[in-house]
């Protein structure tokens, strides 16, 4: 029997009464699937619904096969050791005891069929790029994105038929990523990744696009899916236009005949006032005029309300994936104006075997790219005046430096979206302020939330428009990862803030195709044992 899941009128409500899902229906079967929605429509739910962690409040989820689940989140003890995380301790135990000559029927049955697990373990590791990676080492000495691709490998060993992968490629350098594309490509079992990377997504068989508590299946990869929503909601706006020009008419028509209505009523009245026609004659054509009257009145109504049903329907069908729009001429750099200056930097203990040299004049847009590990935090922290350098000196010539840090933690989560900007935007008058949010669609009350209740995407949205509504404006900006955890609408409107940004620009990040739409200019490799290096974007891939 082939593998495969099965959800069948699958509901989840939080306790709280939060609708999650609702009557999803969805079967897959072998290939790859990439399942993508924006952030808090449910993803890793229906993953964890999937892997048994949750139970549905309505519905069911059958799976046919062994089943293996990578959470978004991989609780890892620094102190337990490679095999252990593997699941391979135990064999690796068992066989010891049988190269000794110890052989006894608990042995047998702990080893089972697995008597090249070692091989196997090793195989795995070396294909995902842990070549370094001992068997008998501990977790603490692997880096975040390494223990990443150390939880995958563990899953390759169980040999599943259903594969669950919750972002996989958050924290994964760039070389780490192209080897957990190569292993989503070479995998043939059933395949389950929610995902926000482009490049990741492009080697799927088909797109579950998760949106209103439900789904919707797209045949195809990324780009595919994305065609044929462009023309999906192409035919949805020439819809809506040619609904809104139905409105438009029925209301007209409708005010057309309250007009002529009115004339043939003060018409019939004016006859009797002048006595031209006798009174029951007046009082019998006043009746029918009113009786017609109502009619035309409620044949019209209900052909506007027909009309502005048709139009709501049609609403339906557009997506809600707002647009932000930023114009900000005060950020403006100058072409000659010295923006920042490293020279020798390093910290203590030393990170760089050769200290970091570096200079941004103008309004640059640098991506700054190297291996977890490298230093590219460090050295975005030492530019923004976060970290003092125990070495050489850091120079910034430009007022308004900011720094957005992987953790978003720049919101007091107790204050609103507009107290918190108004932190870093002190002078700025609150109608101005409300005004620079609304382009960041924080409009009316939805400014006045407080930043802890905000979702994943609006929380990052509040950011980037506290940091670029500050005072003095922002002349440098410093990003750390921006897409990690974003789904592709907020990148989306990520990258349409960063082409209207006209000041100097570093970003530290993996993210490939995010760098590139944002107009980078210039390609800064940092590595440990070389430093800071200029390169080109096609070099990159040489340097994975």
Known sequence: MSSSISCNDLTFVWPDGTVVLDGVDLSVGPGRTGLIGVNGSGKSTLLKLIAGELRPTRGAVAVSGALAYLPQHLPLDADRRIDAVLGIAEVRSALRAAEAGQVTERHLATIGDD??????????????????????????AVSGGESVLLGLAALFLQRPDVLL?????????????????QAVAAYRGVLVVVSHDRRLLEHVDQIVDLRDHGVRVYGGDLTDYEQTVAREQAAA??????????VRRQRRELIDARVKLDRRLRAARKAEAEKRVSRIVAQARKREAQVSAGKLRDLHIDRVATAEASLAQAMQALRSDDEIRVDLPETVVPSRRTVVVCEAVDVAPPLWEQPVDVALRGPERVALVGVNGAGKTTLLRMIAGELAPATGTVRVGVNGVRYLPQRLDVLDDARSVLDNARRYATSAAPNDLRARLARFNFRAGRADQLAGALSGGERFRAVLATLLSAEPPPHLLLLDEPTNSLDSASVRQLQQALRAYRGALVVASHDLPFLQAIGTTRWLHLDRATGLEEVDVASLAELR
């Open 237 to 246: 706006e020439r819809m809506v236009r040619v609904a809104q020009a139905d």
């Open 115 to 140: 008597w090249d697990i070692e091989q196997r373990a090793r195989a795995t590791l070396d294909r995902l790029g842990l070549v370094h990676v001992g068997l008998d080492r501990t977790v603490g």
């Open 165 to 181: 992968l919750d972002e996989p490629t958050n924290n994964l350098d760039l070389r780490a990523r192209e080897r957990l594309y």
